[in-house]
């Protein structure tokens, strides 16, 4: 949104309502053609409220309120955005609303007859008032809401923009001299739907009114009255729109527009564009005026400063809308073979119109650009919306063409659509984001295109698909915000991390979480909320509460999507992986139990909280109180265990980190004589669940490895290569998938893996071969009740292999709630169990010739070698001892984060300084955590050179605890990578 104010309407204030063309004229038609010619996409026009309601709570005008369609419906006819504006300063013949002279009940009723008059232009952006001022903020507040409350009363759902006080000035934003700051009152803005967005001014004279010609010529001045206000937007999740900025002709204010801009189109994330004040038939020579001369053949001097930050129909920077309720920007209906239809009203995804698209014999949405062809140099990505209708999964080509405008079409590149799907296929009752790298693979197209078809894969028919919001953006470079209705999902920046909140997937409330890989592919993660609903049923009777993962979709080798969903069969079918479970010893140690002593985790409801949603990071919390049946006296005692679990997901990383504690601490020591094989389930892991499991492995002093295949109670196997980062893995070999769990610290750190001796003492088999002798008695592998990680032991049988992919944890009885235990694995004889335990595994899903579980193990071993110093800031020693726990825990090595698996550090003044000693091996694309920040870094350094934000790094900033999560597209080795961190 990128444009200019069109000034006239709102003239002659000091005579209303005045008369048309003496006090007040209207923009013309022909500046609205000039402006768009120029790239502009979005124009702001101001009016006079007196003028358009004459009484309160009465009609509209018809004659003003046309004059005012004239200007807003041509240019929603050429695909701009209109921010209707009154300019009233919140007063109505100067009284102030929300006072006794004009209630705020009135406002309302007004913008309820405005919104409903523009309810089918979905291009009309509502701008509640310009500038308020000289008020309590509070008392702007309250009849902001009350307007936004009319709008949305009316259906509307249009994006609003909500001024603040202090002539909305973003260099005020946080101060206090007209009252209660902005920061601080406008977090109380309600939008029943969610479409809003924060409108701010900004002038660079010395009072930052815009009266002078003479701008501040201090270098940055342009970001540095922004900076503020962006940071409390990131901060808070919220939108700005800077609807006022400009200067005189000369060349402080030259730099400071530039300044600004550049500052807005740099954090993009936040920002949804600007317009310039301001343009008109009626300027004159005003020092700010835009308005051309000689019959709009002769450019502003000002129009130059702007021209690099705008774009045409196929000129770098600047996102092409294709399809926003109607095709816009020369773009045409090709579409072939019938079904389709560009008018369908639900569902839609933004605005009020959507395309339907009914299945039929390999039919097509298609969309040419009628005018000429476009560029991947300019348009590299293609965004959109579907919609799957009642059953999703339909089967979709992207085919993109060339020479339909100007000669013959000509197809130039192909694929399947379900590879640019999040979630990977079109879902049912949903909309789904749709990101097409177009020249990367599988398209891997540069060159012209100009028209895009969406085809059936299919002879026979398909249930409806719709799609929406259809656009072309410029690549990373352009940092453009992607502009849909209601911000659903957006991408912060190309490759940033989203979390879509209350999807259903499956069947089943859920978060999904999209992030962009090591290898800079997409990866989903879906979690199930366990907040009370109620999903599938397990064939083994459970009721699904949720409470796991119950999707994850990755890239193949060969850019394939792989679907890992959750299982349909046993206990565990439906409740997807990542639950808790634990087992009790008390039957069989002089105990007793009165119920279940290993419930399913997915069964009972519990609580989940969004900790973490930043930029490139997500922190998504669950909580239960697990149930426990077994105590030490023989007929056993219930009780229950508050359990935490964290997902921690991070843009550039491959693999979520899954994080527990239980808190043993309202149980007496000794109560409970348990294990933990948290997280726990089964899915799919190679995207059918058909195929049996050919091999298991895992690590606990030893490795253990399966060596025939598929894995039955008699395969071979080795035990006898020294290890030092406990892991369990099952993979299927012909359709090439792995799954594995990975724990953050080595094992002498936190011991893992059950060893009962008391049981069978599988430690007799620590450095040998089944060669030497069978480890189960009368069949080769160990027994299956003596298997340090349960994994899938109990699916299997001698001779029987099984296509059950179950993954378990595992620990040693009295891992929870004895005060000592026995760790048994020669090194640590004995660890406490009591009050509380935590613990963290990566949870690994890959192709199996990659050997994913491999470089996450040895990712931990490297860490182990890591030497951490800083000389601006500190290295951290220590930090929470688990997840959602305040007590502390050392870092070993010193800096080295368990919890949330990071290199963690101390800012001093925002700075840091830091090196990063790598002993051996590798450390590939590190998690860096930077305590005491309070604001995005200007700049990041490795070794001396410049990194490019959310290319070579990708940060987050989390507030609450004033930390700054960042991710270094980089692999680091040696002693020395000087990390800096500069405010």
Partial sequence: MRGVNLAGAEFGEGNLPGQYGVDYTFPTVQEVDYFHAKGMTTIRVGFRWERLQHTLGGPLDATYLAGLDTVVNHAASLGMKVIINPH??????????????????QFADFWSRLAQHYQTVPQAVFGLVNEPNTMPTEQWLAAANAAIAGIRATGSTHLILVPGNAWTGAHAWSQNWYGTPNAQVMTGVVDPGNHFAFELHQYFDADFSGTSATCLSAAGTGANQLQGVTQWLRTNGYKGFLAELGGANNTPCHNAVVSALDHLEANADVWLGWTWWAAGPWWGEYMLTLEPTSNFTVDRPQMAWLEPYLAGTGTPGQSLIVYDDALQNDFGDWSYGGGENFANTTPVHGGTRSIALTGNNYNAVSMTHESGPLSTANYPLLHFWIHGGSSGGQALNLVLQNGCSTAVCAPVAQASLNAFIAGGAAGANSWREVTVPITQAPLSYTGDFDRIDIEGASSGTQPTVYFDDIELQPGASGNEVIFVNGFDGALPTVGGLVQEHDVTVASMVSDRFTWRDSANKPRVAVLAHNDGQTGPTAPGGYTN???????????????TTRVAGVTSYGNAGQGGFGYVVSHSAWPSNGGGCNGDDSPLGYGFPGAFQRVFEGRHHAI?????????????????????VPVTIDWTFSTGRDNPLWSITYDMSALPA??????????????????????????????????????????TLNSQWTWNTPNTVPYVKLWVTSTNATMGLVQSQTMTQQ???????????????????????????????????????????????????NSNARLTWGTSFGFLGQSSYDVHDGVVATAAGYPRKSYAVYVVLGAHSTAPVEAQRSEIETRQTLSLGATIGSVAASGPAGAGRSDTISYQPAGNDPVYGALTFIAAGNALDANVAVGAGTLRHPLIIVRGVTAYPTTVKLNGSTLTADADYFASLRASPNELWLTLNRDLSGTTNRVQVQP
Avoid at 620 to 640: D, I, K, L, M
Avoid at 765 to 785: C, E
Wanted: charged share 15%; net charge neutral.
């Fill in 751 to 801: 011991d893992a893996g059950a060893r009962n001796q008391y049981y069978q003492d599988i430690t007799a088999f620590w450095n040998k071969t089944s060669a030497q002798g069978n480890a189960g008695g009368t069949y080769v592998m160990p027994w299956q009740d003596s298997w340090p990680y349960q994994a899938n032991a109990y699916s299997i049988g001698p001779s029987t292999p």
């Fill in 88 to 105: 009233n300063y919140a007063r109505y013949y100067g009284n102030l609303v929300g006072s006794p002279q004009v209630s705020n009940a």
């Fill in 670 to 711: 000794n109560f409970l004589f348990d294990d933990s094989r948290a997280p726990y389930g089964e899915l799919n892991i190679d995207g059918a669940g058909a195929t049996n499991i050919s091999g298991v492995g895992w690590g606990d002093r030893w490795q253990f490895t399966s060596t025939t295949s598929p894995v």
């Fill in 620 to 640: 998504f919390r669950f909580t239960q109180n697990y149930p426990r049946h077994c105590s030490a006296a023989a007929g056993g005692a219930s009780s229950v």
């Fill in 545 to 559: 509460r949720g409470g796991a993962l119950r999707e994850f979709r990755y890239q193949m080798p060969d850019d």
